[in-house]
């Protein structure tokens, strides 16, 4: 059985840092992204991988700021996130896709995480 399971999100002051974990279990996936939610909002993309890391995609909004990586031999990504903002402020995903290409669609994802919340304060 697939699961994904994030951890690492927390409280923080603007300008601080945070950086999320996710597990997997039950297979290996070739892609793995992450993406958040705010209330009222649907889903959306931060950053993907690649299985070998040689791909990173990054929305604009993060880039700079947010760095995804992945440790294969432990099956587990992680989103380093610094500077962050009050408008990072959100429920952050996981997810893993089978296919070979960083997508920024949500229901492009085969496999989701239940999601850790991100606070800044200001």
């Known amino acids: 059985q697939v699961q994904l399971v994030e951890s690492g999100g927390g409280l923080v002051q603007a300008g601080g840092s945070l950086r999320l974990s996710c597990a997997a279990s039950?297979?290996?996936?070739?892609?793995m992204a992450w993406f958040r939610r705010t209330p009222g909002k649907e889903r959306e993309f931060v950053a993907g991988?690649?299985?070998?890391?040689?791909?990173?995609r990054h929305d604009d909004s993060v880039k700079g700021r947010f760095t995804i990586s992945r440790d294969n031999a432990k099956n587990t990504v992680y989103l380093q996130m610094n500077s962050l903002k009050p408008e990072d402020t959100a429920v952050y995903y996981c997810?893993?896709?089978?296919?070979?290409?960083?997508?920024?669609?949500?229901?492009?994802?085969?496999?989701w995480g239940q999601g850790t919340q991100v606070t800044v304060s200001s």
């Open positions: 991988i690649t299985r070998s890391g040689g791909t990173t």
């Open positions: 997810a893993a896709d089978s296919s070979s290409i960083v997508r920024t669609t949500p229901g492009i994802y085969d496999h």
């Open positions: 039950g297979r290996t996936f070739y892609v």
